[in-house]
């Protein structure tokens, strides 16, 4: 296992066009995280799973935006009707089983870079 | 709500002499501080955090609660910590997202 792995690494999409980036956690890691971001700013939250369940989203997150861990494993983030607002970083990160209140680190992938023109 | 300020985006310093990066939060309830740093082409990953209350790398944070500040402290830099540093916040009790600072570019001059 070689860490949280995110597909593509790279997108270039026009305004418009859905687009669907992947995430595979560390295995056994049962949250999931989304972070977004953009040039010259440090990551901003956008959704938390655990197991397959949702259980946090950031008002971030617009309509546009769905987020999926249909079998707790991989996760899919995608936008719909891309806008040039949208091109940044997107980071997928894991953390492993613990119990709800406590904290592990969230170990993070290298990332899908989108950009929308 | 919750926010992590980081007031220099770019911090200079020559090889030897001590680094001193800044943090300041706001947050209403008890918080856990992080620093996360991300090397040239590689990912993001976890320096320390306040709980632990380790020296990793020789970095150290210690969270000031009057102040609302966890500044990161290094006495001797060296040319390998030249990186992007994240001060990060997580709300105890239960939220589990983490709240980042806009981050500091570290350059260590030779």
């Known amino acids: 296992d070689t860490g949280v792995s995110q597909d593509p690494r790279h997108k270039i999409t026009k305004r418009g066009q859905n687009v669907t980036f992947r995430c595979d956690p560390i295995s056994e890691h049962n949250r999931l995280y989304w972070y977004r971001q953009t040039l010259g700013q440090g990551p901003e939250f956008l959704t938390y799973?655990?197991?397959?369940?949702?259980?946090?989203k950031s008002r971030l997150l617009s309509d546009r935006f769905s987020a999926e861990r249909p079998k707790g494993s991989f996760s899919t983030l995608e936008i719909q009707r891309t806008e040039q607002g949208d091109s940044a970083m997107y980071l997928c990160a894991s953390s492993p089983k613990t119990s709800r209140s406590s904290y592990n680190e969230q170990f993070f992938g290298p990332g899908t870079r989108l950009t929308v023109l | 709500a919750q926010r992590v300020t980081q007031p220099e985006k770019l911090l200079s310093v020559f090889k030897g002499a001590p680094v001193e990066l800044k943090c300041n939060y706001s947050y209403s309830g008890s918080p856990e501080l992080f620093w996360y740093v991300q090397y040239s082409r590689q990912r993001l990953q976890l320096l320390l955090r306040?709980?632990s209350r380790e020296s990793i790398k020789g970095f150290t944070a210690d969270l000031n609660k009057g102040e609302t500040s966890f500044h990161l402290k290094k006495p001797f830099a060296q040319e390998e910590d030249s990186a992007m540093y994240y001060c990060?916040?997580?709300?105890?009790?239960?939220?589990?997202?983490?709240?980042f600072g806009q981050g500091t570019r570290l350059t260590i001059n030779p």
């Open positions: 799973f655990q197991n397959e369940a949702q259980l946090e």
């Open positions: 990060a916040l997580r709300a105890l009790g239960g939220a589990q997202k983490l709240v």
């Open positions: 306040h709980i």
